[in-house]
């Protein structure tokens, strides 16, 4: 996943916060970027086609860049769920937002044949709390499946 990814998922799910188009300065909030570094990325992904940008008003995603979000946040869960569910690891939000940039395609297709992911995904993910809604009922599922092993 590279920038202009992180930069459409993070433009989607703040529609779905705003219902509407994303502010400039909610988006630079959510990436803990500039709003200037936000405006020149804005105009990147309107040049390729992923995103429309009207002054005052915000950025809204096209048709093509609602479907690259759409996979950047599948790909963003896959590591959450990788993390909280296989490695146990608790600042796993922390991580997966590390991991993110760094991990291609390939790398998210293998470790989504370990994970035990929801066929709803990327629907499933809540922006409010920037984690799957299942992911607290799988970690429990994991913790009593790890206590049953033990016995």
Known sequence: MNTADQYVKAIYLLQQMENGP???????DRL???PASANEMIGKLESRGLAEHEKYKGVS??????V?????LQTYCIIERFLANVLSVDE???EAREL???IDDLVAERLDTIIDRNPECPDCF???T????HLEIATEQGVEAEEQRAD
């Open 126 to 128: 809540d922006p409010e």
């Open 32 to 34: 803990d970027v500039s």
């Open 92 to 94: 796993f939000r922390a």
């Open 100 to 102: 993110e940039p760094v």
């Open 130 to 133: 920037d984690a799957c809604r």
């Open 68 to 72: 690259r979000a759409r996979d950047a």
């Open 61 to 66: 995603l096209t048709d093509e860049g609602i």
């Open 22 to 28: 994303a502010s400039t300065g909610a988006l630079a």
